[in-house]
């Protein structure tokens, strides 16, 4: 493989990684702030009803264990 193009790959999947790891921080701070937000998602689309305790616990979860 080409140097320049292992490089841009390189960096795309970084970038890539970062992105991700972004979305998932601030969707499990979002269950551990306003757990209610994610109950009423749960519910809404699965038809899961979970409690706001629960729902906390599944954030510090996801936020330790990413």
């Known amino acids: ?5 292992q490089t841009k790959l390189a960096t795309s999947l970084l970038l ?7 979305v998932f921080l601030f ?3 979002d269950k551990i702030l306003v757990p ?6 749960l519910s809404g689309f699965y038809g899961i009803d979970i409690s706001n305790n629960a ?7 996801q936020c330790v264990f990413r």
């Open 1 to 5: 493989m080409e140097k320049t193009l």
């Open 16 to 22: 890539l990684r970062i992105g991700i790891f972004i």
């Open 27 to 29: 969707w499990g701070l």
């Open 36 to 41: 209610e937000h994610a109950t009423k998602v």
């Open 55 to 61: 729902m906390m616990a599944l954030g510090v979860a």
